[in-house]
Every structure is written in C-alpha cells, then in structure tokens.
C-alpha cells in the first residue's frame, strides 16, 4: 500500500535558523510527492511538488525539498526560518496503484519559530 | 481567479441532525475532494468527485454522502450527527484531468460542532 510518514509531530527551530520537516514515503511505482502548509483557521496551502527531473524543488516562501531515492524521502527544508513560518506542515503522495490519483497525506508536523 | 469557496464557514448542530455543507471549485476545476479533519485523527479522505462521478471513496460510514453537479459545484451530506462528527471540514479542487501531477486548492473549511 501507498503511504507517507511525517515522523515528528513537532519541530521547534530559532528564527534565523535553518530549518527541515522530514517526510518519508512508501509507492510502487514512480512517487508523486507534495508539501502542503495549514496556517491557523485556514486550508491548506500547495507549497511544492516533486514529479521528475532535479532532485531539489524549490517552491513558495522560500521552501525546497530534497527528494531521495534511496532513503526513499522528501524533506522539506528552508535556509532561514521565520517566525510567520510557523505553521502545520503536510507531506503527500498520490496513489497510483489505482488509477485515480487519490491524496494520501501524512499526519502533519507542526513548526514552531522562536524569536 | 476566485479560490475554492466553502459555506458556511461555521456550524452548530445538535446530536441527530443532519447538515449540508457546499464547495464552490476554482473556475474550470472539475475535481473536488472533501476531507475531515480533527486534532486526534489528522485529514481524513470522504471522497472525491470529477465530472458528477465519486471517483474515490474512504473510510466513512454511508451517514457521509455527497454529489457534485454539472457546474463543478460539490455539496457534502452528513445525517444523523454524532459527537465524534465535530472537525473542520476541507474542500478542495484541481484541474483532475486524470494526472497525478496535479496539487490541490483548498478552501478555508468548514468548523461544524456537534452538541
């Protein structure tokens, strides 16, 4: 079965430090992986995605994402955190297993900026 | 462009009642997925719609039902409310023309507490 983890719950980083969100996933098949950001009270926001092609994707508000094959991984990282960074952060891969490319997302990793 | 609109914003109803909950998709969007989301259990899957057709399904008891009509709009029915059906409610919607590339948009979510 398709899956992602986000195995911590909560990254507590200074502000001006960098900053990484890990996500690991688990597909048959070539992964189509996502990030995705939850500011309090609102939706979620599309930050990144990886399809093919380079193994770094950068994306909004100054986010990347490194995308490992072999530790089959895809962290979310930024050089120099803000404290309006703080947020809930999600890690997603589409399943392909089944032909209709449902979301599966992972349990959320909140990021807490210190001043 | 317009992003995805859900109403209402916030609800509250009593145990046994049921409520209707309404996605208005990003103009040209034919996908629409619902997701619940609460502190203990992260975002769930309900289901998604393309073209009118439930083209995935999670999860949930048939009490959460939906449909999606010919001008892309989506509407999420739960009946016989529970406590435990408290959680903000997401929208989202994409381009779902039957590629994995596609990200999400979503709405700001509707709050529905059960009393």
């Known amino acids: 079965a398709q899956s992602v983890a986000q195995p911590e719950d909560q990254v507590n980083v200074a502000e001006g430090n960098p900053l990484t969100v890990k996500c690991t996933y688990s597909v048959s098949g070539n992964p189509y992986l996502f990030w995705y950001v939850q500011y309090p009270n609102r939706g979620l926001q599309f930050l990144l995605k990886y399809i093919t092609g380079d193994n770094l994707v950068k994306g909004s508000y100054g986010f990347e994402a490194e995308f490992n094959k072999s530790q089959t991984s895809f962290h979310l990282k930024k050089p120099s955190a803000l404290v309006s960074d703080s947020a809930l952060y999600f890690c997603?891969?589409?399943?392909?297993?089944?032909?209709?490319?449902?979301?599966?997302f992972g349990t959320g990793t909140r990021l807490k900026v210190l001043a | 462009k317009a992003g995805v609109t859900q109403t209402p914003r916030y609800l509250i109803k009593t145990r046994g009642q049921q409520v209707t909950l309404s996605c208005s998709p990003i103009s040209g969007h034919r996908s629409v997925s619902w997701y619940q989301q609460t502190p203990g259990q992260g975002l769930q899957f309900l289901f998604e719609y393309f073209s009118e057709t439930q083209r995935n399904k999670g999860n949930f008891p048939g009490r959460f039902s939906g449909r999606q009509f010919s001008n892309s709009r989506s509407e999420m029915n739960v009946s016989t409310l529970e406590l435990g059906d408290s959680a903000l409610y997401l929208c989202?919607?994409?381009?779902?023309?039957?590629?994995?590339?596609?990200?999400?948009?979503f709405g700001p979510g509707t709050r529905l507490t059960v009393l």
């Open positions: 997603a891969v589409r399943d392909t297993t089944s032909g209709t490319y449902k979301y599966i």
């Open positions: 989202a919607s994409s381009s779902g023309s039957g590629t994995p590339n596609a990200e999400q948009f």
